[in-house]
């Protein structure tokens, strides 16, 4: 927010805050990049691993192990998503485009395989249904924009 004073940006790299379980930025920064027309990139939109692997041994969120808690919500984001036949990495990937100043997500990938997966999931179809229900189960913010199926 104090580089948005300073100066006059026309894009931020925003990495690993937007994310499925991080979405505090909808509090200042997303709103005042809304009204000042600048665009977002998100870069970590798997929280360091955590949101590609689900709550697995050795996960990792923001490059450390992930504590209990953001193990139980992972859990529990991973089974709603599994109830609409959804990956997790899908709707970590895609769930911060919803938001009209996002204009892309950098997942990273280490490999050329890595790469052809994320691009996978990100062309996978997502029901709308899921963003209605994460929300409901208080996993996402009501404030959350939802992607929308095409």
């Known amino acids: ?5 300073l100066a006059d940006p026309d ?11 991080e979405q505090d930025a909808l509090i200042s920064l997303l709103p005042a990049c809304a009204a000042k027309g600048v665009g977002v990139v998100i870069g970590g939109p798997f929280n360091s691993g955590i949101l590609a692997t689900g709550s697995r041994p050795g996960a990792m969120y923001n490059y450390e192990p992930a504590p209990t808690e ?3 919500r992972t859990d529990l984001i991973e089974a709603v998503c599994a109830t609409h036949g959804v990956r ?8 911060p485009l919803g938001h ?3 204009v892309c997500v950098i997942p990273g990938g280490q490999s050329p395989s890595e790469v052809a997966e994320n691009l996978a999931l990100l062309e996978a179809p997502i029901p709308d249904t899921l963003w209605r ?14 992607p929308m199926a095409a």
């Open 88 to 95: 997790l990495g899908q709707a970590a990937l895609q769930f």
């Open 1 to 5: 927010m104090r580089l948005m004073e």
């Open 133 to 146: 229900d994460l929300k409901r189960a208080g996993l996402m913010s009501l404030d959350a924009p939802a």
């Open 100 to 102: 009209p100043s996002v």
């Open 70 to 72: 953001i193990l139980a």
């Open 11 to 21: 894009l931020f790299l925003l990495a690993g805050r937007y994310t499925l379980l």
